[in-house]
């Protein structure tokens, strides 16, 4: 089943300790996304991925890294979680045909984060 | 960078009725706009999408229309029923681009 998984799906921490939220598609897909979804706000970019090695920072990526050693692979590190990063958080995936057009993004289950 | 803006933030309609979701993009060059809808507690999914050299796509129940002059597209909702309560997001992406910016979400209420 074509799909993006994300892991874990519920986490709860403290401010400072350093978490990982992983991110995998089976589709073969060339462009990942990590977004941020806050009540009212609506969906936030943080980073981008267009392929492996290529990463670039969406509109709100202060406190992230990301990193895309594997096409599948893009995980978000929050190195020093503070309260203001609790949030859902939401991985997606597309294809990239070098084409210059974007194409529909597919999302995984989220990951809800609660910073104390 | 662009921006997007969705209106209204909350709608109800009477289960039957119409539904319409409106937003605009600062972008000229933008050239995709998406439609996603969010369950309670799911993630968002596709439901239309539209490219700027089409005015309008339909497919059964809803439709997208785009107005590249104004700079704003539309989503039409007919004979709603209960499960197309959810949230709506608009979303628009520059040439050249596969970033998407999304709008702030429309809460869809229909009421049986």
């Known amino acids: 089943e074509a799909q993006v998984t994300q892991n874990p799906r519920y986490l709860i921490t403290v401010t400072g300790k350093k978490l990982t939220v992983t991110c995998s598609q089976n589709?073969?897909?060339?462009?990942m996304s990590w977004y941020r979804q806050d009540p009212g706000l609506g969906l936030r970019q943080i980073y981008y991925?267009?392929?492996?090695?290529?990463?670039d920072k969406g509109d709100v990526p202060e406190g992230y890294k990301v990193s895309r050693k594997e096409k599948r692979n893009f995980p978000l590190i929050l190195e020093s979680p503070s309260p203001n990063q609790t949030s859902l958080y939401f991985c997606?995936?597309?294809?990239?045909?070098?084409?210059?057009?974007?194409?529909?993004?597919?999302f995984g289950p989220g990951t809800r984060l609660t910073v104390l | 960078g662009e921006n997007v803006e969705q209106h209204p933030s909350t709608l109800s309609v009477q289960e039957g009725d119409s539904a319409v979701i409106k937003c605009t993009y600062s972008?000229?060059?933008?050239?995709?706009f998406p439609w996603y809808k969010q369950e309670l507690g799911k993630r968002p999914q596709l439901i239309i999408d539209?490219?700027?050299?089409?005015g309008e796509k339909k497919d059964q129940r809803i439709a997208v229309t785009l107005n590249k002059t104004a700079k704003h597209f539309s989503l039409h909702i007919t004979e709603t029923q209960p499960e197309d309560s959810a949230v709506y997001f608009c979303?628009?992406?520059?040439?050249?681009?596969?970033?998407?910016?999304f709008g702030k979400g429309t809460k869809l209420s229909v009421i049986p």
């Open positions: 997606a995936s597309s294809f990239f045909r070098g084409s210059g057009r974007a194409f529909e993004q597919f």
């Open positions: 589709m073969n897909h060339e462009y």
């Open positions: 991925s267009m392929n492996v090695e290529v990463t």
């Open positions: 972008d000229s060059a933008s050239n995709y």
């Open positions: 539209i490219r700027s050299n089409v």
């Open positions: 979303a628009a992406s520059g040439a050249g681009s596969y970033q998407l910016t």
